[in-house]
């Protein structure tokens, strides 16, 4: 089967998996799409809402559609990097044993990933990074494809400890969820009071996973497009001089190398999906706010400005 052919058949069955999803599923068609780019593009996002969004049934229904492992982790202050690694104990023949963590999964759902101390967060973002785990000087490879999801609650902020930027960066996307609309809440309160439970059908392999993500990075790009891509992230920069005056203005700290990959990444994906055989500038500009909202960092001026960083990034365009 050549590429064009495999690809068209891999767009059936991500149409297919978006009709499952949407029969639990109420709304939310831009947080999943997001969400599905990330894992077709090989990275991880970190979800932004207040709780009773139906996040953790996204994820669980996302991973049931695509017939992978899923785990939640619920991170609290006194969760220990162990407790998601996995520790070797001592079995009946007083050999050492190693016993996996829940990391050992496909999909992760890191809920609340800020309530719990740097250390555990570390831990988890070295597995994100390297896609393996080093426990008591052994090396353990996670099984692909990987994808970890984490959530943050953006209203209680005691007790949080907050993600520095560097362990920011290895989110390919930051996504924002936002209350459903009367209609849409109308639906989920329907579905979720009745006795009727919708069973989503799986729709992807493993394997086909793998080949989507591997058929998306041969995925060709022109160069004008990357250029375009590396010159919006260059803009993020107060200090070079592609910097716009609302750049020097009211941002402290602009986005790094990382971007730019995710940039292109993503907007391989993007054009994909809507049936494009390669990216242009405007699918680059499609997954920019949610590439560049947490990479972006925001001085005292614009929070008292009442500026936001999606305006902010909007006038790269």
């Known amino acids: 089967m050549s590429d064009v052919a495999s690809l068209k058949h891999h767009l059936k069955k991500y149409d297919t998996l978006k009709q499952e999803i949407s029969k639990v599923i109420v709304g939310q068609e831009t947080v999943i799409e997001q969400i599905l780019i990330s894992i077709f593009s090989g990275g991880h996002s970190l979800l932004v809402g207040v709780p009773g969004l139906a996040k953790t049934l996204m994820v669980n229904t996302i991973a049931k559609g695509l017939g992978l492992d899923f785990k939640r982790i619920q991170f609290t202050p006194d969760l220990m990097p162990s407790d998601i690694l996995g520790s070797e104990i001592l079995d009946n023949d007083r050999q050492f044993k ?120 041969k995925t060709p790009v022109a160069d004008n497009v990357i250029e375009y891509a590396v010159k919006m992230v260059g803009k993020t920069r107060p200090r070079s001089l592609e910097a716009t005056e609302l750049i020097k203005q009211y941002i402290d700290w602009g986005a790094g190398p990382r971007a730019s990959q995710n940039l292109i990444l993503a907007a391989k994906t993007y054009a994909v999906i809507n049936g494009k055989l390669s990216p242009d500038i405007e699918d680059v500009q499609a997954v920019a706010i949610s590439i560049l909202r947490h990479r972006t960092i925001k001085n005292y001026k614009a929070e008292a400005d009442g500026v936001s960083i999606e305006s902010i990034i909007e006038s790269l365009f």
């Open 98 to 217: 190693f016993v996996k963590g829940p990391i050992f999964s496909n999909i992760i759902l890191a809920d609340e990933i800020n309530r719990t101390p740097p250390k555990t967060q570390a831990a988890l973002l070295e597995a994100m990074q390297e896609r393996s785990v080093t426990i008591a000087g052994h090396h353990y490879k996670l099984d692909a494809p990987y994808f970890v999801l984490a959530t943050q609650n953006p209203i209680e902020q005691e007790g949080t400890y907050p993600l520095p930027e560097a362990q920011l960066d290895r989110f390919m996307f930051s996504i924002n969820l936002t209350y459903p609309s009367f209609e849409e809440e109308v639906q989920v309160v329907k579905q979720t009071t009745s006795k009727l439970q919708s069973e989503v059908e799986v729709v992807f392999s493993a394997s086909e996973i793998l080949e989507f993500q591997a058929l998306i990075r």
